[in-house]
């Protein structure tokens, strides 16, 4: 079964820790995207990356670093910069620019 | 004035009904839209991709009209499992950026 998987589903960080989400795709997709979800807002860009090895700052990197090793993971790493951290995390891939996004499940990062 | 907007709802139409929701984008060289559906505390899923010709799929009709910069959504015969938020995405070539709406609340009553 073709998909993006995320984990953790939910996430708890105590003050001054770093946490990694992950997400992983087994759809042969080039460009991945992490975005952040707060009630009711529209979903927000934090990073993405075209191709294994590259990666770009979103609309909101401040805080969040990512990796891409591999072409089927992108890991995010929620820092201790990070001062807001609590929302929905959703990650993402595209064939390419332009086409279609498919999302994973998400994960909920609260703080203790 | 945001990139994309949305009229955020709630829409409460009784099963049935016919229902539309539009969103206007600001960015003229955009290229690519989206209609997607977000049910609560899950993922937005893909409703379909908006063409220039439009495009029908079921009771579903969304619509693209690049003069006045708008996208539309037709929802034929509401079912109850409708309900959910839909979300308008946007975007533009070679940007990587897919710029989403805040959504448009939709309730489907018995």
């Known amino acids: 079964d073709g998909g993006i998987t995320q984990s953790p589903k939910y996430l708890f960080r105590k003050e001054g820790q770093n946490v990694t989400l992950s997400c992983e795709q087994n759809?042969?997709?080039?460009?991945m995207y992490w975005y952040r979800q707060d009630p009711g807002q529209g979903l927000r860009l934090i990073y993405y990356s075209q191709i294994v090895n590259d990666f770009q700052k979103g609309d909101i990197a401040e805080g969040y670093s990512v990796s891409r090793e591999k072409k089927e993971s992108f890991p995010l790493t929620v820092t201790s910069a990070q001062k807001n951290p609590t929302a929905f995390y959703l990650c993402?891939?595209?064939?390419?620019?332009?086409?279609?996004?498919?999302f994973g499940p998400g994960t909920r990062l609260l703080v203790l | 004035r945001k990139e994309v907007e949305q009229d955020p709802g709630p829409f409460n139409v009784p099963e049935g009904a016919t229902v539309a929701f539009n969103c206007t984008y600001s960015?003229?060289?955009?290229?690519?839209f989206f209609w997607y559906r977000q049910d609560c505390r899950k993922e937005p899923k893909l409703l379909m991709s908006v063409y220039s010709s439009g495009n029908e799929d079921g009771r579903f009709t969304a619509q693209l009209n690049r003069a006045s910069q708008y996208i539309s959504l037709l929802i034929r015969d509401s079912k109850l499992s409708d309900s959910a938020t839909y979300l308008c995405?946007?975007?533009?070539?070679?940007?990587?950026?897919?710029?989403f709406g805040t959504g448009t609340r939709l309730k489907v009553l018995a």
């Open positions: 995405v946007v975007n533009t070539p070679g940007t990587y950026k897919y710029i």
């Open positions: 960015n003229s060289a955009s290229q690519s």
């Open positions: 759809l042969n997709h080039d460009a």
């Open positions: 993402a891939s595209s064939i390419q620019d332009g086409e279609t996004q498919y």
